[in-house]
């Protein structure tokens, strides 16, 4: 599985949405310089973020953007899914009878990689932004290694 940086810079523009938004606007720019991303690329990331129902944008002086619902109920999976980005581990079509190699039937190991792909989103699914800020996300792996 990969993850493109459409997914990577979405999840990072909305942390840092979180942390320095609050109820005020955030102008895109700050998220920009502070993240080091491209402004024309997050204005099209955003413009899909929007379009989902995650963020609000206030137009004119003092415009930007805020979330739009509190960060502990938006989860990383909402973020990758609304910029399109799908989580997907096969190289199979849904819904499709051939397989990864392109031939009737499904491949050897097509559990394996379906099972790994559900884990990794029922993973995504379970972090909140609050969780990505706070940085609550590595759960019984740090408590082990503490």
């Known amino acids: 599985m ?3 940086s459409k997914g990577r810079y979405a999840v990072m523009a909305m942390a ?4 320095h938004g609050g109820e005020r606007t955030v102008p895109l720019q700050e998220v920009a310089r502070r993240q080091e991303i491209s402004l024309s690329y997050l204005e099209q990331l955003f413009s899909r973020l929007r379009q989902a129902g995650l963020v609000a944008g206030v137009r004119g002086p003092g415009g930007g953007y805020r979330l739009a619902r509190a960060s502990g109920e938006v989860t990383v ?3 990758i899914a609304a910029v399109n980005e799908p989580i997907k581990t096969t190289r199979c079509k849904e819904g499709s009878g051939k397989s990864c190699i392109g031939k ?28 990505v800020v706070e940085q609550r996300f590595d759960g019984p792996a740090r408590v082990a290694a503490e």
Do not use: K, N, P, Y
């Not at 840092?16 to 942390?19: K, Q, T, Y």
């Not at 039937?105 to 932004?129: D, K, P």
């Open 16 to 19: 840092d949405l979180a942390l």
């Open 2 to 4: 990969r993850l493109t």
């Open 104 to 131: 009737s039937g499904r491949c050897i190991a097509h559990g394996l990689w379906q099972e790994m792909g559900e884990r990794i989103h029922g993973f995504l699914a379970s972090v909140s932004l609050a969780d």
């Open 77 to 79: 999976a909402d973020i």
